[in-house]
């Protein structure tokens, strides 16, 4: 009994000193976390954070690959002195296919698309303020069972959701 109550605070500490390495954030990304992009794209998602300060834009992408398949969900924020104009421009991007959305960020809105490099894409553009968000969510397999095209558009209003709330 003496042992264990010696040696029990010496184990301790050395859990103490081993956690940091176990509980790690995996990327930077300040809008949604990688744990998130995972649930969303329905697999083991993992993230890489681009940030350029010369043009003001940061861009988060998160892939889950697996034999295949790839499935993406891309952030983009942008800094922009004209932000209702920027934002007018990209929406021309999506064309005639877009639904506004309500109560996301200041204004957004949702597009659908055929990629052949990506498979089947939804898309969100919108705007906090002055900054300006894109995401894009896609799955390059063709009867992906977890993201069917109703899936995408669910998980990518969830993402939407989340980057708008974090940015006000």
């Not at 040696?7 to 103490?16: E, Q, S």
């Not at 968000?133 to 992906?144: C, G, H, M, V, Y």
Request: net charge neutral; hydrophobic share 45%; glycine share 8%.
């Amino acid at each position: 009994m003496l042992i264990l109550r010696s040696i029990a605070p010496t184990v301790f500490g050395l859990g103490l000193l081993a956690e940091p390495h176990l509980c790690r954030a995996a990327n930077n990304c300040p809008w949604i976390s990688e744990a998130t992009v995972s649930g969303l794209l329905g697999g083991n998602a993992v993230g890489q954070v681009t940030s350029a300060d010369a043009d003001r834009t940061t861009v988060c992408e998160f892939t889950e690959q697996s034999t295949g398949f790839m499935r993406t969900l891309r952030v983009t924020i942008e800094v922009s002195e004209d932000a209702h104009i920027r934002l007018v421009a990209l929406a021309r991007s999506c064309g005639i296919d877009t639904a506004l959305l309500k109560a996301i960020g200041n204004e957004a809105l949702m597009c659908s698309a055929n990629d052949p490099r990506f498979g089947h894409v939804e898309r969100v553009v919108g705007r906090v303020r002055n900054q300006l968000f894109t995401i894009f969510i896609s799955t390059a397999l063709n009867s992906d069972p977890i993201l069917t095209r109703d899936a995408l558009r669910t998980r990518i209003y969830t993402a939407a959701e989340q980057v708008a709330g974090n940015l006000f």
